[in-house]
C-alpha cells in the first residue's frame, strides 16, 4: 500500500496526453431535462448535479458482433481487433517516468481492452483518483440521463483512499454489430463520492424497518402530516421541497 498525502476530499490525475479532466456533473443533464422539472423537482435535479463526468481519453468507435469486438480511432479509422489496446501517447508519458520507481511496462494497463467476459469492454479514461481516509469514489452511469441503446456503463466502488492505480470503468454491450461512439468531449460516466461507512455490511444489516403508520412516533407522524397537509392545499405553489432545502443552506 502506497501512502500519498493530499488535502483535498477528492483530487483527480488526468494522466493522458490532451485528455479531459473530469467535470461537475451538470443539475440540467446537458439540457435534456425540462424546464419544470429543472425549475421545481430539486431531488432529480441534485442527484443529476452529484459528481463530475468522466470522458473518453480519445475518439474511438467499438463494434461486437456478438462473440469478437473490433476498435477503431478517429484518426485511422481502421478496424482492428480488440484484445489490449496501449495507446503510443500513454505508453510514452508512462515510460518516461518509470524510472523513478523502477521500470513498468507500459502495456499492464492499456485504455482499452477486452474482458474475458463476452461484451465486455473495459477503458481507463486515464485517470487517477485520490480521496481522503474512508471516502471512495462509485464510477456509475450518467446519472438520469437516457441510457445509451447499445451499451451499459457498469458501476462499480474503488476504494481510492487506499489504491493508487488506473479508474477502470468496464462497459456491458448490448446490441450485436451496432458502432458504439466515444468522443473526447462526450461524458460517457459519472464519479461520485461516497463514504465507505454507507456500504459496510454492518450499515446493510443493522438498517430498521418499521411495519404500518403506527410504528410512526408522535413527532415522525406531526412532520408527516404536515407534509401531506401543505401538499394537499389547494394554493401550494410548486417548488416547495426545492425552497426548504435552499434555506438550509444546501445548493
Known sequence: MVTVKHDSLI????????????????PSIVGSISLRAFQYCEPFTSASGYGWYMFPPIDFDVRWDGHA??????ATRDWEPLRSVVAEEMAAELAAHSTRTGRICPGSFPFLSHAPESGIVQI???LV??????WVVLVRPLANYPREAAFDVLEGIIET??????????????????????RKQRPYAQIQLV???AYRSK??????SMMGVQTLTSDLWDAFAKTLLDASK????????KRRTRSRGVD
Open 129 to 134: 483518483v485520490r480521496t481522503l481516509p474512508d
Open 161 to 182: 483512499d487506499w489504491w493508487v492505480g488506473p479508474l477502470i470503468s468496464p462497459i456491458r454491450i448490448t446490441k450485436s454489430d451496432l458502432t458504439i461512439e466515444f
Open 69 to 74: 469486438s473490433v476498435w477503431r480511432s478517429a
Open 11 to 26: 483530487e483527480f490525475y488526468q494522466l493522458w496526453p490532451d485528455a479531459l479532466a473530469p467535470k461537475p456533473a451538470d
Open 203 to 208: 450499515t446493510l444489516t443493522e438498517a430498521k
Open 234 to 241: 389547494p394554493d401550494r405553489k410548486p417548488g416547495t421541497y
Open 195 to 197: 463514504h465507505r461507512g
Open 124 to 126: 481507463w479514461s486515464g
